[in-house]
C-alpha cells in the first residue's frame, strides 16, 4: 500500500502527514478478493455507496458500516470491523490465568462481569476446583444487576438511536445506581475484575447491602415508569414492528443466541439448556416472543430484567453463609488440556475455549463474544429498509463492539 | 459426561477419528482430519438423532507444531458440549474446508481465523480480513508472532529499545551481547 | 488498653468512633481528616525508585514538572491575574477581550462524540443525569467535527482507527482541545504490549488534558474538564503552539 507524497499538518507545520489510502473511500483501492466482495462493491444501475464512518452518533463504538444505496433505502451493507482491536487473546497467551481475568473485561464492556464469569469458569474446569456456594450466589446475584444494568442501557440506546433523548437519561439513572452497587460490591463502576479463578474476590458488604435493598423497593417501578415513557409512544412502536424480523431456522444458521434468537420463537437460554452455576437451584422463566421483530427484541429485554429481579430476589432470601473463594495457591499450573464454559450474558452466549499448557500462562484463550455473531445478521436484515431504519436494527441487536473488535 | 453419548458417537464416527474421544467434565471432543469436516459436520447437523444444529463456537488454533479448527457444538440429545477438532493441519498451509453451507453464521468466524492464524476455510465466500487493516501481512496469533517485548525472546528480535530487557531476571546473554555491539 | 492519643481513632478500642456504621448520625471517621476549604492541599510526592528513562532529559529532565493542582492554582492566585501570559513567541498581544471569549469559549465547549470504548461509557455517564456536564456547558455532544470544541478521545486507539481519528481531529477547526480520557489513550493503558494499539494518542495528536483511570469515573472526566477550562483561561488566547508527543523519549 503505497503512501502519496504527505502534506504538512494543519496544525504543526514541522508534522508531515502522509495519506492513508483507502482508509476513507467507501471502496477499496484495490480490486476484490472475495466473491462477496466483488458483488458487494460492483454498482447497480442508480446505487451509490455510503460510508457510516468508524466514528457516528450511535454509540455501539467504532464500526465502519458500508451501505450500497437506491435512493434511501438499503441495498447491500458491508459492516468493516476492526477499529478497536486491541488483540486480547494474544495478550491473554502471555498473561497469567489470573491477570487474564483483567484482560478480558473490557471486551464487552457494559457487562463486565459476564466476561470474567466464563474464563473463570474455564479454568475452574482446568483445575477441577469447586466454587463455594456462597460465592456462586455471589456471582450469579452480581451477574443478574449486571444484566438488569446493560438492559437498562440497551432501552436506552434503542430510544437514542431512534431519534429520543430522554430514554437515555432514564436509563443512565437506572444504570448509575446500579453501577454505584457494584462499585460498592467490587471496587469499580465498570470493568469490575470481581471474580476470582474458585470464588469473588470481596464479600458483600454493608453498603452494598443497603443500596440493593434500597434500589429493589423501588425497581419495579421505575422500570414500568421507563416502560410507560416508551412503549405506548406510537412513532417508537411503529418504527420498530416489523423491522428486521428472522425467524428461527435463519437464526440458528447464523448462529444467534440470547435475546435475539428467543424472540424468534426458540426459548433456548443457557441457562436452562447447558445449566452452570447455581442456576438449576432458581426458579425464574425464559422469556420468548414470536414475531422476531426489533419490537420483539425490545420486548423481550424487558421481560428479561423483571425475571432478573426475580432471581436478585431468590438469591439474597437463600444466601448462604461460607467462604467466597476456594482456597488455590497463588501459582496456577493447571494440568495440560482443554475446556469449554459458556455463560448466558445480556447479549447472548458468552464462552471461553481455555488450552492450558502446563505453564503458569494459558497456551490459547479464544473468546467467543455474541456481539460479534450478530452483527453478521445485519446485512441479511437490512435489504430493502431505509438508512434509518439500519440504525435501528442494528441497536435492536445490541452489539458492543468491544465484543466485536476483541 | 455422557457415556452412552459418547458410545454413540464412536459407533457412528469410528473411521473418521484420528484420535481418541475424550470426556473431561461436560465436555466430549473428538478429533478428524481437515478432510472430513464437511461430512462429519454435515452429519452431525442433519441426523434427526444427533440434531447438532447449534454451532456455538469456531476457534484456529496453533499448537505450534500444528494447527487445528476446533468446533464446539450443542444439541439437546446430550447434555455435553461437542468438540470437534480438525486436527493436522500443516502451519504453512493450513487449509480446512468451511461449514458456511451449514451455518451461515460461520463465516465471520471464519475470517477471524484467517486473519489470526492465516487458515484458508475452502469454500467461505468472503475470506478476507476481519480485524486487522486489508494490507495487513503477518497472522497475529500464530506462535511465531511474537509481541514487541517477547522479540527479545525471539530468535530474531529485539533490536528497537523498547524490546531489549529492562530487568536483570529478563537480560539474556545474546540480548547484552546484541547491546555491546549496537 | 490504653487509649494514646496517637492511636485513638485508628479503630482500635471500645470508644472508637469508626466502629460504628457509617451511616451512625454524627460519625465522622476521626483517622481521616478532612481538611477545611481554606487549606491548600499538598500533593502526595512519591519519589521514583523503580524505573528511569534512558534519555536524562525526557520527563522534564528530572525536574518537578508544572503546577497540577487546581486549588494551588487557585492558591497562588495565577488565574486572576489579568495580563498577558504566555509561554512562546509573542504573536498575539491579549486583551480584555480575549479574556472574555476565553470565557466565552470555557464555558461553552461542545464535545464531539469520540467515544471508541469502555470509557465512552463512563463519558456517557458523565454527561447524563447524575453527574452533569451540562451544568458547565457541555451538554451537546455533536456528531460533526466542524461544529464541536473539544475531542474528548474516551478508549483505547487502535492503528486502524488512528487514522480516522487524526482526520477528525484535522477537521475540527480551530480553536480546539483534545481530553484524553483513560488509561488507553494517556498511554495504551493495559494494552501497551498489544500489537495493534496506539500508545497514547499524543503520538498522534496534540493532548491539553490527561485524564487517567480504567475507566476514569465521571467526577475524574468532570475534573479533567474544568481543568480545561482553566487552561482555556490561563491561555489567554494562545493555543496554537501546541506540538504532538513531545513526552515520548527518542528511541521508545
Known amino acids: 500500500m503505497t503512501a502519496t507524497a504527505g502534506r504538512q499538518s494543519a496544525d504543526d507545520p514541522r508534522v508531515t502527514l502522509d495519506e492513508q489510502v483507502g482508509v476513507f473511500e467507501p471502496v477499496p483501492p484495490y480490486p476484490p478478493r472475495t466473491e462477496r466482495e466483488a458483488e458487494f462493491y460492483t454498482l447497480g444501475d442508480g446505487e451509490m455507496f455510503i460510508n457510516m464512518g468508524p466514528q457516528h452518533p450511535s454509540t455501539h463504538g467504532v464500526l465502519r458500516v458500508v451501505l450500497k444505496l437506491d435512493g434511501e433505502k438499503v441495498v447491500d451493507l458491508d459492516p468493516v470491523l476492526g477499529y478497536l482491536h486491541r488483540g486480547v487473546e494474544k495478550l491473554c497467551e502471555n498473561a497469567d490465568y489470573h491477570q487474564t481475568i483483567s484482560q478480558v473485561d473490557p471486551l464487552e464492556y457494559v457487562s463486565s462481569l459476564f466476561n470474567e464469569w466464563s474464563p473463570v469458569m474455564a479454568y475452574e474446569k482446568l483445575l477441577d476446583v469447586e466454587v463455594p456456594r456462597r460465592a456462586e450466589y455471589i456471582r450469579v446475584l452480581s451477574g443478574e444487576l449486571n444484566r438488569i444494568a446493560s438492559h437498562a442501557l440497551f432501552m436506552g440506546w434503542m430510544a437514542l438511536d431512534l431519534g429520543g433523548l430522554t430514554p437515555i437519561l432514564w436509563s443512565f439513572i437506572e444504570r448509575d445506581e446500579i453501577v454505584e452497587m457494584l462499585a460498592a460490591l467490587t471496587g469499580q463502576r465498570m470493568l469490575f475484575n470481581y471474580f476470582r479463578i474458585g470464588g469473588v474476590n470481596g464479600d458483600l458488604n454493608h453498603d452494598f447491602m443497603s443500596r440493593l435493598g434500597d434500589w429493589m423497593t423501588r425497581a419495579a417501578e421505575q422500570i414500568d415508569a421507563s416502560l410507560g415513557l416508551l412503549n405506548s409512544n406510537e412513532i417508537f412502536v411503529r418504527r420498530m414492528r416489523d423491522l428486521g424480523t428472522i425467524d428461527s431456522q435463519t437464526a440458528l444458521r447464523m448462529c444467534m443466541t440470547g435475546p435475539n434468537l428467543r424472540a424468534t420463537g426458540l426459548p433456548f437460554d443457557i441457562r436452562r439448556a447447558h445449566p452452570y452455576s447455581i442456576y438449576p437451584e432458581l426458579d425464574f422463566d425464559i422469556p420468548t416472543r414470536n414475531e422476531g421483530d426489533c419490537l420483539a427484541r425490545y420486548l423481550l429485554r424487558i421481560d428479561e430484567i423483571k425475571q432478573s429481579l426475580r432471581i436478585i430476589d431468590q438469591c439474597l432470601h437463600r444466601m448462604p453463609d461460607g467462604p467466597i473463594i476456594a482456597k488455590l495457591p497463588r501459582l496456577l499450573r493447571p494440568r495440560p488440556g482443554r475446556a469449554y464454559a459458556a455463560v448466558e450474558g445480556p447479549r447472548g452466549q458468552y464462552s471461553v475455549y481455555a488450552i492450558s499448557d502446563g505453564t503458569d500462562q494459558p497456551f490459547r484463550l479464544r473468546i467467543h463474544d455474541p456481539s460479534f455473531i450478530h452483527l453478521q445478521s445485519v446485512g441479511l436484515l437490512m435489504p430493502g429498509h431505509l438508512i434509518a431504519d439500519t440504525m435501528a436494527v442494528m441497536a435492536s441487536l445490541d452489539p458492543i463492539m468491544g465484543g466485536v473488535d476483541k | 459426561m455422557d457415556r452412552l453419548f459418547r458410545r454413540r458417537v464412536e459407533a457412528r464416527f469410528a473411521d473418521r477419528f484420528t484420535g481418541p474421544v475424550r470426556q473431561r467434565h461436560d465436555e466430549t471432543e473428538i478429533r478428524i482430519g481437515p478432510a472430513d469436516v464437511p461430512d462429519v459436520l454435515r452429519t452431525l447437523h442433519d441426523d434427526p438423532e444427533l440434531r447438532f444444529t447449534y454451532l456455538s463456537d469456531l476457534a484456529g488454533v496453533d499448537t505450534g507444531v500444528v494447527m487445528q479448527v476446533v468446533y464446539h457444538l450443542w444439541s439437546d440429545v446430550t447434555p455435553d458440549w461437542l468438540r470437534v477438532i480438525a486436527d493436522g493441519l500443516p502451519r504453512d498451509d493450513p487449509r480446512v474446508p468451511s461449514v458456511t453451507f451449514l451455518w451461515k453464521g460461520a463465516e465471520w468466524m471464519e475470517r477471524e481465523a484467517y486473519d489470526m492464524f492465516g487458515i484458508t476455510f475452502e469454500g467461505n465466500r468472503d475470506l478476507r480480513r476481519i480485524y486487522m487493516p486489508p494490507d495487513y501481512t503477518s497472522f497475529p496469533l500464530r506462535k511465531d508472532f511474537y509481541l514487541a517485548d517477547d522479540a527479545a525472546r525471539s530468535p530474531g528480535g529485539g533490536v528497537r529499545p523498547m524490546e531489549q530487557p529492562h530487568t536483570p531476571q529478563e537480560a539474556t546473554v545474546a540480548t547484552a551481547l546484541r547491546r555491546i555491539r549496537s | ?252
Open chain 3, 1 to 252: 488498653m490504653a487509649l494514646d492519643p496517637e492511636t485513638a481513632n485508628l479503630g482500635t478500642g471500645a470508644a472508637d468512633a469508626t466502629q460504628m456504621p457509617s451511616d451512625q448520625p454524627g460519625n465522622r471517621p476521626g483517622a481521616l481528616v478532612t481538611r477545611e476549604p481554606s487549606d491548600v492541599v499538598a500533593p502526595i510526592v512519591v519519589p521514583n525508585t523503580l524505573w528511569q528513562s534512558s534519555d536524562p532529559n525526557a520527563y522534564n529532565g528530572g525536574q518537578p514538572t508544572d503546577v497540577t493542582h487546581l486549588r494551588e492554582l487557585e492558591a497562588s492566585g495565577a488565574g486572576r491575574r489579568d495580563d498577558a501570559r504566555w509561554s512562546g513567541m509573542l504573536e498575539v498581544i491579549p486583551t480584555k477581550a480575549d479574556y472574555v471569549l476565553d470565557l466565552i469559549r470555557a464555558n461553552s465547549l461542545w464535545p464531539l462524540l469520540s467515544g471508541l470504548a469502555c470509557c465512552a461509557i463512563e463519558m456517557m455517564s458523565a454527561a447524563t443525569s447524575k453527574n452533569d456536564m451540562d451544568r458547565w456547558g457541555m451538554f451537546p455532544f455533536r456528531a460533526s467535527p466542524r461544529q464541536a470544541d473539544v475531542l474528548i478521545v474516551a478508549g483505547t486507539l487502535t492503528t486502524k482507527m488512528a487514522g480516522p481519528l487524526v482526520r477528525l481531529w484535522e477537521q475540527m477547526p480551530e480553536p480546539k482541545w483534545c481530553v484524553a480520557m483513560g488509561d488507553c489513550t494517556c498511554s495504551g493503558g493495559r494494552y501497551k504490549r498489544s500489537y495493534s494499539t496506539v500508545e497514547g494518542i499524543d503520538r498522534v495528536m496534540p493532548v491539553d488534558v490527561y485524564v487517567p483511570g480504567c475507566p476514569p469515573r465521571p467526577e475524574g472526566l468532570i475534573y479533567g474538564m474544568m481543568k480545561l477550562q482553566q487552561i482555556i483561561k490561563d491561555r489567554r488566547g494562545h493555543w496554537p503552539d501546541r506540538a504532538i508527543g513531545p513526552t515520548v523519549p527518542e528511541g521508545v
